[in-house]
């Protein structure tokens, strides 16, 4: 144990003495005094007509003795602005011009001083963290500050801009349009793209009026397209370019504007008052000028106030640092005191404080900042508003327990709240509390939205506990919705919409035969829809519950979480998203049946190949033959090969690789025999790889792959199809004539009785369903007889676009469609459709593939073979009988000549 503790003890020394402690060598205010440092720019001064040495010098030793209570502070007066401060000084207040404002502060920063600075107006401001600068900014002349420290805190964080500025007011700030284009690497103020209109405040009425339109209406979005823009607005004329913007859609929520209200008196000013015609979803933040008119400025009182401000923030630093010293020892107060920087960064936040509460004479220019807050509104708003409205306040009851209120609504727009977000001084900048735009960076602000939804897997699975409410929901539109939520920032309740089976929303149903055809807006009686007794498998999606349409179009929720057909989106009465799935149709049949492989012996060769090789071997055998008897040389001639019969049995032979008793000795025999059997390696080499082929992939007969092949095949007569589908009423608009003859020749079914997948199976009958809706049909199947018995058609036809449902007059439409999109690129979409909806099984794809090279030769393979044979032993005994035949019938000749 003791040994431990000594290595413990010496290898705590050597890392005290081999890794460096940074010593901090700023005297603490216990025991040296602050060190300030006082530059007024003498040459400035002139320039300004004033000389304030004097006033300065009077004014701080004034407040150090009446108002340092701990400590002390040493002040050094300069009056030559380029002078450089030793790093023993704390701080330093300057009063000189914009450019050696910046000048001084980039020296001062190798020694770390605190920089307060008074200087010109149009100045972009030091960093906020390191120095407080203080502009001398004019009654009625600020906007050019105040656009300047917009952009250098970071108030709008805009790329581009355009800017509607009264002609008076840009007369009368020259400098405006450099501040508002102004960038700066040092403050990372990054440069803007501006779009600069001046109005004509003297035009008045319809003139004044059709100049703003105009002007505006270049900026006016497409319906189809959504364009994120920024507005900056200094002009009396606000209520007008309010109320035109309006007409022209343009304050939706990719638009950020910016509106400075020149109202002398901003208790005049109600933005409810102005707002009253928006929708919700805007973006829209007002300046309320707040300068008092009877304040009177001057510099000394300034300089004054910043003074109190920093001799009041030394003095409490000490009344601090005495507190801590006194709790501990020597030791521990010389490791944790204050360094340098954390003492200026102590003092400026205390500073900061104290001007924000007690600072008056330089506020007389003073802004405050209002925005709206406008995303969801009307869902926490919804009893103001004329319609059906929950009582209940649990989540997913039906939607049958809603009642109508029609309250008496005020003048306000219940779309709206304003928030006061901070103000503006000369002194101390922008003093904000929340985001200009809080919904451009929070968007929903974790507000609770409701959503109605219904049970259709795989889009939208609703599990429920025993008392009916939802207790999870899954499926690719649910999935789609959490995503939403997540990346929105809003919390949500599910509503379900308990409908009658009946009371469907079919968009334009048309049916043949035994259906009826069903307008647009029609709650169907149930013998139309007999479907839903007996559910089919799969799922559709063009035939909504009436219900859901209903509560959409009253816009009582934000979203319709239900996978809804794209049809005709400018004839309904909501709006669609940008589809989140396409589903194709296709068809399903009878699995075709293997060809007949009793014949598998002859199928490496087609008839023509067989033709021309017995061609050849009746051709080789009597050329050998004539080749062998016509030798001139008598040895030469081989016995074996001297009538065609023999040479018949030897090219035979040596096509089925017996080989040969004889070889011609002749060269003209030897190169025929030799060309024969190059022949017959070649023939046997590719006839044996065939046949391997052949028996390890069957082949199949003829079946339909495509739609326009159902007139060859006679033995399918029954045409199936699902009642209620996109393809009927695509059908009625396409060219295609093949659709139309299906059409009118099909039966529509409505539930799996009528289906009749038994006839599919047996061949006489084919359907057309979506192909994801056919393949779990054909998995059914396959899990339950461990077989294939259908296939499905090679073409898919009819895209059918799926998307969900919005109000018609919703606001987010374009940022749903925005959020969607991204899902899209990231893959997620894909990622739940494959989660969600089926994939090819073992009588599709790789599985199907697989099966095949796992092919076991059986019987129906070898009866070929086995036949072969049986077809040799009968031809070998029909030629015995005959050759028996043949000689008895010799033998008898000959007995009748020997008898004669």
Known sequence: MRSSTCLLLLLGMQLFILVPIEANDFSSFLSANASLAVVVDQEYMTMRGENIMAHVEKILSDIIRENLRNGGINVKYFTWNAVRLKKDFLAAITVTDCENTWKFYKNTQENSILLIAITDSDCPRLPLNRALMIPIVENGDEFPQVILDIKVQQILNWKTAVVFVDQTILDDNSVLVKSIVHESSTNHISPISLILYKINDSLRGQQKRAT??????????????EMRQQFLVVSAFHEDI???????NMFHVGNQWMFFVLDKDPRNFDPDAVTINLDEGANIAFALNETSPDCQYTLN??????????????????????FIYGEISDEEWESIRFTKQEKQAEILDYMKEYLK????????????????????KSQEHRKFRTGLYRISSLKSLPLTDWISIDPTRDAKNRNFEFINIGYWSPMLGFVCQELAFPHIEHHFRNITMDIVTVHNPPWQILTKNSNGAIVKHSGIVMEII???????????????????????FLSSSTSTNESVRLSTFFFATPSAISCLQDELIGSMTFRIPYRVVEM??????????????????????FNYTIPISVQKYSFITRKPDEVSRIYLFTAPFTMETWLCLVGIILLTAPMLYAINRLTPLKEMQIAGLSTIKSCFWYIFGALLQQGGMYLP?????????????????????????????????????????????????KDISQYGLRNGTFFERYVQTTSREDFKHYLSQAKIYGNGQEEDIEAVKQGQRINIDWRINLQLIVQQHFERNKECHFALGK???????????????????????????????????????????????????????????????NMDDMQGCFLVLLLGFTVAFVSGCFELGYRRFRASRKRREFTN
Request: glycine share 4%; hydrophobic share 40%.
């Open 552 to 573: 959409v179009q009253n816009n009582q929720f934000f979203i319709a979480a239900v996978a809804a057909t794209v049809e005709d989106p400018d004839q309904k009465p």
């Open 795 to 857: 073409e898919s036809f009819v895209d059918e676009q799926i998307a969900l449902i919005v109000p018609a007059q919703s606001a987010y439409l374009h940022l749903v469609n925005r959020h969607i999109n991204s899902m899209f690129r990231m893959g997620f979409i894909e990622r739940w459709h494959q989660m969600n909806l089926p994939s090819a099984n073992k009588c599709s794809g790789k599985g199907a593939q697989r099966q095949v090279t796992n092919h076991k030769v």
């Open 665 to 713: 000795k002749a060269d003209s025999g030897r190169l025929v025999v030799g060309f024969w059997w190059i022949v017959v390696i070649v023939l046997v080499t590719t006839y044996c790889g065939n046949l391997v082929a052949f028996l390890t992939f069957p082949k199949f007969q003829p079946g339909v792959d495509y739609l326009n092949q159902l007139e060859r095949h």
């Open 242 to 248: 309010i109320e035109i913007g309006e007409t022209l």
């Open 357 to 376: 509460a007690n600072s008056k004479c330089s506020s007389c220019a003073r802004w405050r900042i209002e925005t709206a807050i406008t995303w969801g």
């Open 301 to 322: 009182c300034t300089i004054n106030e910043v003074s109190l401000a920093l001799v009041t923030s030394i003095s409490r630093m000490t009344v601090e640092e005495e």
């Open 482 to 504: 959490k995503e939403l939520s997540r990346a929105l920032n809003f919390s949500y309740y599910l509503h379900e919409a308990a409908a009658l089976k009946e009371d469907y």
């Open 212 to 225: 703003l339109r105009r002007a505006l209406a270049q900026f006016a979005p497409n319906k189809h397209e």
